[in-house]
């Protein structure tokens, strides 16, 4: 009997101790231009739809008791190879077929277009630790919860389809082979941000990039550097070391500013500076003016290219470096049309801005949700101003407060990766969301957070028409109270009203703040050409343009507005056979890549208005 507690006190000590407890690990400043190694490529893959190689036969989750000394359980993270021909392994990454990464199963594997659940994903990889650095493994995107698991041993587990995370591996990684396991689940929850209901698709997979950075035992971790908003010409900022260490040296350089300042960390590692500037050459959508700043501390050196540049409003209108700016806008998501996949690469992101500027567009509202990393880096350098946003979309559970935490998490997680981005300039709250005091308190906690993390930048969300008084459109929502911007979608002509009667329509905004039409757009299959009263033709989709763009001015306050939408992007709502066939059909750009009529209708009001013709 003693022997036997003895064992059962063993067993129960290693389940309270095996069971990890993960902190989200805080995101790391600038992956994009540090040194790594990429993993990216094929990885192999193990479709589980009833998680068996997550939880055993009794639904416990192997996590809560696997012992890396004795691996042969049914734990698919174990990545176990049959050592004997006795050894009952019933899975096997090897043999098992292979994925790209970046990527979506949903589109590169034919059976699995519809499927949402759990994918095992591995990859094998050679590594070489370096002395005296730490080693960071991080994740770009993954659609949409992450368990991530290293030479079997579990590092992190990430929430959020859109966002970036990362975590410290460096006890766990070896010289020589190595491997990573991660189980992604891209099931829709009630209780998720976002919910079960959305208007795109929802692509599973490892989505953007995944990579293994090495860094110095003290490094860089976090840093802001802007332009000041109550001094002209004073660059100021935050740097953040990975150690709380007082009294270390960290410098900022700026070239070609002649600008070298050594700061002094306090006892949290971190310093503030605020820095004259002179002869400084601000950024602007006509002239995107980038400097290289360096960062320093000890043994590491992190490189960025940063625009200085200040986003403010006065009474009705955006102010650019204190001139006023209007937005010529189109929303866009991230989808590649054409392959029907999400946009992931820097080419994908050339290829959706070309055809913005084509558009003669200066702003870009990335919808629904933060878009991967090209995108602001590359605004960065075409000047185009962004719209970010997180996917707060429609109806969330507003009690929930982990749907909170998790809304929370994945707009911190947007601001930290893009903080420096001088072509970002607003941050949108949430998309289409009904009214009521839980919304309301959900959504002030978001920019309560957002003001924290970072009060530089407009606040705004895309909010709805809340009906007519005396036939006059009222744009009233209480939200308007919390934001710098008010922001609308109206799809008058399409849902419900008569496009023909829009020139006309009457309007009253409740805040005297600049406003934005978020969306508004109509549906058009490419090719099929009628006359302009005959719905999803391109005749009515560029008649809508027309009349739309004949009253919009008409709107109090507007300060620009963003069509929906650029491209054409795959929805399950939408499965209308021989003209939508699961494609939300409002892009001005088809699934083919091709130019609808309403693209050039748009494309003449822009070229005018830039010019300040009469319209």
């Known amino acids: 009997m003693n022997t036997l507690m003895r064992k059962i006190g063993a067993i129960v000590c290693f389940l309270i101790l095996s069971v990890p407890a993960f902190a989200q690990e805080a995101l790391i400043q600038n992956t994009y231009n540090r040194e790594s190694l990429s993993l990216n490529g094929d990885w192999s893959y193990i479709i589980d739809p009833y998680e068996n190689g997550y939880y055993d036969y009794r639904r416990e989750p192997f996590d809560n008791y696997f012992n890396p ?3 042969g359980s049914g734990a698919y993270f174990a990545n176990v ?3 004997h021909k006795t050894d009952r392994v019933e899975y096997d990454f090897t043999n098992a077929d292979k994925i790209k990464v970046p990527g979506s199963w949903s589109v590169e594997k034919e059976q699995m277009h519809w499927y949402e659940g759990t994918v095992w994903y591995e990859k094998d990889f050679l590594f070489e630790p370096k002395a005296g650095h730490k080693s960071i493994l991080y994740f770009g995107a993954v659609n949409y919860e992450a368990h991530v698991y290293v030479n079997g041993i579990k590092v992190g587990h990430h929430i959020g389809g859109f966002t970036p995370f990362n975590f410290e591996v460096t006890k766990h990684l070896k010289k020589g082979n190595n491997f990573v396991v991660v189980k992604v689940d891209n099931t829709r929850k009630k209780d998720a941000v976002p919910t079960i209901n959305t208007d795109w698709w929802n692509h599973g997979g490892i989505t953007r990039e995944v990579k293994i950075l090495q860094v110095p035992e003290l490094y860089v971790a976090d840093y802001t550097v802007q332009l000041s908003k109550e001094q002209a010409n004073v660059i100021e900022g935050t740097v ?4 709380q260490k007082a009294g270390e040296l960290v410098t900022l350089n700026i070239p070609e500013l002649k600008i070298k300042k050594t700061l002094t960390t306090d006892a949290e590692g971190k310093a503030s500076f605020a820095i004259k500037a002179k002869k400084l050459t601000k950024w602007h959508v006509d002239k995107p003016y980038l400097y290289d700043v360096q960062w320093a501390a000890g043994q590491d050196v992190v490189n960025d290219r940063v625009g200085f540049r200040t986003i403010e409003v006065s009474g009705s209108d955006i102010l650019l470096n204190g001139e006023k700016v209007y937005l010529r806008g ?3 998501h991230e989808e590649n049309p054409i392959e029907g996949r999400r946009n992931y690469s820097l080419e994908d992101a050339r290829m959706m801005f070309q055809w913005a500027k084509e558009l003669n567009t200066n702003f870009v509202r990335l919808a629904h949700y933060p878009h991967n990393e090209h995108m602001p880096r590359l605004a960065d350098e075409l000047g185009i101003l962004l719209w970010e946003e997180i996917p707060v979309y429609w109806t969330i559970d507003w009690t929930n407060t982990q749907t909170l935490a998790n809304a929370k998490g994945q707009l911190s997680e947007m601001v930290q990766r893009d903080k420096n981005r001088a072509s970002v300039i607003i941050w949108s709250m949430a998309n289409e969301t009904p009214v009521s005091e839980e919304r309301n308190q959900f959504l002030k906690a978001l920019v309560t957070t957002t003001r924290e993390l970072d009060n530089s930048r407009l606040i ?5 028409v809340h009906g007519e008084e005396d036939g006059t459109k009222m744009i009233s929502d209480p939200f308007g109270e919390y934001v710098d911007i008010m922001s609308f979608n109206q799809y008058h002509g399409w849902y419900g009203g008569d496009i023909k009667d829009f020139p006309n329509l009457k309007w009253a905004v409740k805040y005297n703040k600049p406003v934005i039409v ?4 109509a549906g058009a299959k490419y090719g099929y050409r009628a006359d302009d009263q005959t719905i999803w033709s391109e005749d009515y989709q560029a008649y809508f343009y027309e009349q739309t763009l004949a009253g919009i001015e008409n709107i109090p306050n507007l300060a620009g507005f963003t069509p929906w939408i650029l491209a054409d992007f795959r929805s399950p709502r939408r499965p ?7 494609w939300n059909r409002k892009g001005l750009i088809s699934d083919g890549g091709f130019k609808k009529q309403a693209f050039f209708v748009l494309k003449k ?3 005018k208005k830039e010019a300040g013709t009469n319209l």
Do not use: F, R, T
Not at 240 to 243: G, K, M
Not at 518 to 521: D, V
Not at 576 to 582: C, E, G, S, V
């Open 69 to 71: 000394a004795n691996p």
């Open 81 to 83: 190879k049959p050592a």
């Open 240 to 243: 953040a070391l990975s150690e």
């Open 330 to 332: 189109i929303c866009m």
């Open 460 to 464: 705004s969300a895309a909010m709805e």
């Open 518 to 521: 978020s969306e508004w757009g």
């Open 576 to 582: 209308l056979a021989n003209i939508q066939d699961m």
């Open 605 to 607: 009001y822009y070229d």
